[in-house]
């Protein structure tokens, strides 16, 4: 939890040297570069269960019973896999009020030039 003993300062107020500053930087590409690796790997692990007989049937009979006992959430997403998910229209009617219709192209460069 934040507290005045471990705030930082942050930007260029912070006292830090450009040495330190780049040092601390490169840490944080680092790890970032770590995570986007552990996420991609877990992607490819998911992908490679799902791609198991048995896993992606567990899965849908888990949902069918969870949706027979009321969870929205789970029907939801049956009904949108299985491409009967609810679409929304939308009309949008109207005009479009412009003040400049019918100008000259004259006029309108007066208005734009401030004349």
Do not use: C, H, W
């Not at 899965?59 to 029907?75: F, N, P």
Request: proline share 1%.
């Amino acid at each position: 939890m934040a507290n005045e003993q471990n705030l930082t300062m942050m930007g260029k107020n912070r006292g830090l040297t450009r040495e330190e500053a780049q040092r601390i930087g490169s840490l944080g590409g680092k790890a970032s570069v770590k995570k986007r690796a552990e996420r991609k790997t877990l992607r490819e692990e998911l992908l490679l269960l799902l791609s198991q007989d048995d896993t992606q049937n567990k899965i849908s009979v888990a949902l069918l019973k969870k949706a027979e006992k009321g969870d929205t959430k789970a029907y939801e997403v049956i009904r949108d896999t299985i491409g009967e998910k609810v679409k929304e229209n939308i009309n949008v009617t109207g005009e479009l009020n412009n003040p400049f219709a019918g100008m000259s192209l004259e006029e309108l460069r007066k208005i734009a030039n401030g004349k």
